[in-house]
């Protein structure tokens, strides 16, 4: 990929230096495109099965999202630090020319031990400028980004957390005479208030990476762009319509996520308050509304919730703040155990373990009646318990889940019919369908079939949809949209196979079979 650019740097109203819009851009297009960030680090639980040069991620839930990989494609340890893997003899090479020479012993010596992404990613920017790796094109760009070291300063525990770990980056780096700690420190922190989250195409977690230009942006939780990965490149994307001289804001949290979380995070993790657009108007939108108000709720969940607020203190967390009083303490403690439920599962590897954990918290927003189907974490949990549900092997129940989010949360969460989150999921949803339809001889497929539900069709409506979006959400020469395509002409040649006329009247039948895959949906009890 090489690198494109219609955006500028400038000063921003908001917050220091943001990016600017250098012309009128579409919504859908490309903004910003950067082949290599400055640096990338991957996850401890990342490094046995992601290349660490190409961030090429070989072992994604494969039936679902893991396609845009090249079958066979594997990685191999080095030799030396037994700890980094490579899918290929040329990304080890770029990779030890770049830094990996320094760490390599390093990691060795480690006796085991895993350093820390931020720790590592400190080590990689502090060696390769000691060595003169690093161009000042990049360099004095990233010594201007916001470091928040003062507020870091003042945090207490946090503060001796980041000391600790940016001594440790300092005396691993083999830049120990190069720079000295204060400097070392200084680097930390920036690494810490302006790296992004390394993600696959399909958006899965794998690490961090920073890039000085891309790191100019500021968030709204109203963004008007979003970027997208592809391997070790990143673009950013327009969401919707921005004017030339535009302020281009991406965001840093889940915008789904209600007021007091959203804040919670950005100040804890980028030491600021949110001051966008949807903010200023505080808890009033969608994402905060319950189904009724506090002093709703049913006695039986009253009672639960009185015993929650004495053995748990969920309510005193701000980020469950749902307002002041008794009742509203009630609904924080409910709802401090619903993300509570959300987060042990994200980190349980058991998938059966994990969708357990998931319906639990399920069923604590359906009972309560308190959660509007779209409302945060019930609607992520729907799609991670789905994910889980997959790999548990229970394909129709997934199937049945991936309807519900389809038709009554994602195109109220998402809107924009290319935002990437949107299209992920109908990637995901239309992926699950058309391996349930080529289980042709399951019983469950065949009733299905019986009662109207004619996978092969949703599965090609479905594709059809991704096929449509993919270009604006990731970019038309991206692996993840060549990847659509692909399949896409696979499965016309497929269905056309001995009927050259299969697919006429295609739309009128995806027409038809639609509310019936809506049905599905709100067959589930929730
Ligand atoms: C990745 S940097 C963005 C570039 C930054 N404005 C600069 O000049 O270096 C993140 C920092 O920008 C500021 N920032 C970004 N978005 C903001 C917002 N919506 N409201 C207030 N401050 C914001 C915060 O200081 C945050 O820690």
């Not at 720079?179 to 195409?201: G, H």
């Not at 709204?220 to 070790?232: E, L």
């Not at 600021?272 to 039986?300: I, V």
Request: with cysteine; glycine share 6%; hydrophobic share 40%.
């Amino acid at each position: 990929m090489t690198d494109q650019k219609y955006a500028y740097v400038g000063k921003s109203p908001v917050a220091g230096n943001g990016l600017f819009a250098e012309k009128d851009i579409p919504a859908g297009e490309l903004i910003l495109s950067i082949s290599r960030p400055l640096v990338g680090a991957l996850d401890v639980s990342r490094l046995a099965d992601t290349c660490a040069n190409c961030f090429i991620w070989t072992a994604g839930p494969s039936i679902i999202t893991g396609t845009y990989v090249d079958e066979g494609v594997s990685v191999k340890k080095c030799s030396g630090c037994q700890q980094l893997r490579y899918c290929s003899k040329k990304c080890q090479r770029q990779s030890w020319k770049r830094y990996h020479k320094d760490e390599c012993d390093l990691i060795d010596n480690m006796d085991g031990k895993q350093l820390p992404k931020v720790v590592r990613a400190t080590i990689q920017i502090l060696s390769t400028q000691a060595k003169g790796l690093i161009n000042d094109n990049i360099w004095s760009p990233f010594l201007r980004l916001e470091s928040h070291i003062n507020e870091m300063r003042a945090s207490g525990d946090q503060w001796a957390d980041i000391q600790l770990m940016a001594q440790g980056a300092h005396n691993f780096s083999g830049a120990r005479y190069a720079f000295d700690l204060q400097f070392a420190t200084e680097v930390f922190a920036r690494v810490l208030t302006n790296c992004m989250t390394l993600v696959t195409p399909t958006l899965d977690p794998l690490g961090i990476c920073l890039d000085p230009i891309a790191a100019c942006a500021n968030h709204s939780c109203d963004p008007n762009a979003f970027v997208v990965m592809d391997g070790p490149g990143l673009s950013f994307r327009s969401l919707k319509p921005i004017k030339k001289d535009e302020e281009i804001f991406i965001s840093y949290v889940d915008v789904t996520n209600p007021h007091a979380r959203r804040q919670y995070e950005l100040k804890h993790r980028w030491f600021f308050s949110c001051r966008c657009s949807k903010c200023r108007k505080g808890p009033t939108l969608q994402e905060d509304l319950f189904n009724f108000t506090p002093d709703e709720l049913d006695q039986r969940w009253r009672e639960t919730a009185d015993h929650l607020l004495k053995v748990t203190k969920f309510a005193d967390d701000p980020s469950n703040w749902v307002g002041a009083g008794p009742e509203a303490r009630r609904i924080s403690v409910l709802q401090g155990v619903a993300f509570d439920e959300y987060e042990e599962a994200q980190a349980l590897s058991d998938p059966k373990a994990a969708a357990d954990k998931l319906q639990h918290g399920m069923l604590l927003c359906h009972q309560t009646k308190l959660w509007p189907v779209y409302r945060q974490p019930y609607a992520a949990m729907r799609h991670d318990f789905l994910v889980n549900t997959v790999s548990t092997g229970n394909l129709p129940l997934a199937f049945a889940q991936g309807a519900r989010t389809y038709f009554t949360i994602d195109p109220i969460l998402y809107p924009e019919t290319h935002h990437p989150v949107r299209v992920v999921h109908n990637w995901t949803l239309a992926m699950l369908t058309l391996y349930i339809s080529s289980e042709q001889d399951n019983v469950i497929v065949k009733s299905m079939l019986e009662i109207g539900i004619n996978t092969g069709i949703i599965a090609y409506g479905l594709l059809y949809e991704v096929a449509s979006n993919v270009d604006k959400s990731h970019g038309n020469s991206s692996s993840f949209a060549k990847a659509v395509h692909r399949k896409m002409d696979e499965v016309i040649v497929d269905m056309t196979r001995g009927n050259s006329g299969a697919l006429r009247g295609m739309m009128d039948k995806i027409k038809e079979e639609w509310p019936v895959f809506e049905q599905l949906g709100k067959w589930l009890e929730y």
